[in-house]
T-cell receptor, first 117, second 115 residues
Framework: DSGVTQTPKHLITATGQRVTLRCSPR?????VYWYQQSLDQGLQFLIQ???????AKGNILERFSAQQFPDLHSELNLSSLELGDSALYFC????????????????FGPGTRLTVL | AQSVSQHNHHVILSEAASLELGCNYS??????LFWYVQYPGQHLQLLLK??????LVKGIKGFEAEFIKSKFSFNLRKPSVQWSDTAEYFC?????????????FGKGTKLSVKP
């Protein structure tokens, strides 16, 4: 158990719908990262938040958005869902070390498996 | 752009065989490298990491990796695999773009160990 929790574990929805995935980081971790894992694209970075502020964006579609709340949990919102959005969505958290965020170890949650029908 | 390549898509070994999984990265500067493992149906777990210093890094469960700067490689090794090592293994590079700290992953290598 990494200490990172994600809900729900599974989500099945239809095309065109909107869903929200939730992530609670490890206690004390300020950074939250969202990754998408699909068969064709592998593990791709979506977006990073640090202490409530967006820090970096990766290959995140405009239909997707995220936020990090004052209690440091984060939500990933996926809208106008398409079949190709079916994937595993992982959240990871890290605590900034003295060397900065790039040397921090990221701890991953169990993921949310999204199936779009 | 930074990238990570794992050339072996699927490796099949018998128990007690030695393992070496290849990982090559592209980035000319200082690198931070990681190996993660994903057991079936589970989340990614950190096996080991390289930040600086001794290029031979020891991780959990008997795994080790060697950072060879001249070859841009960070191969994962284990002298004797067990059936329980069946999993997917991901090599990752920390992104050095701006203030980012996200990981750039390879496509992964699926390891199947036959009992």
């Amino acid at each position: 158990d990494s200490g990172v929790t994600q809900t729900p574990k599974h989500l099945i929805t239809a095309t065109g719908q909107r869903v929200t995935l939730r992530c609670s980081p490890r206690s004390g971790d300020l950074s939250v990262y969202w990754y998408q894992q699909s068969l064709d694209q592998g593990l791709q970075f979506l977006i990073q938040y640090y202490n409530g502020e967006e820090r970096a964006k990766g290959n995140i579609l405009e239909r997707f958005s995220a936020q990090q709340f004052p209690d440091l949990h984060s939500e990933l919102n996926l809208s106008s869902l398409e079949l190709g959005d079916s994937a595993l969505y992982f959240c990871a958290s890290s605590h900034p070390g003295t060397s900065g965020s790039r040397t921090d170890t990221q701890y991953f949650g169990p993921g949310t498996r999204l199936t779009v029908l | 752009a930074q990238s990570v390549s794992q050339h072996n898509h699927h490796v099949i070994l018998s128990e007690a065989a030695s393992l070496e999984l290849g990982c090559n990265y592209s980035y000319g500067g200082t690198v931070n490298l990681f190996w993660y493992v994903q057991y079936p149906g589970q989340h990614l777990q950190l096996l080991l990491k390289y930040f600086s210093g001794d290029p031979l890094v020891k991780g959990i469960k008997g795994f080790e990796a060697e950072f060879i700067k001249s070859k841009f490689s960070f191969n994962l090794r284990k002298p004797s695999v067990q059936w329980s090592d069946t999993a997917e293994y991901f090599c990752a590079l920390a992104n050095y773009g701006g203030s980012q700290g996200n990981l750039i992953f390879g496509k992964g290598t699926k390891l199947s160990v036959k009992p």
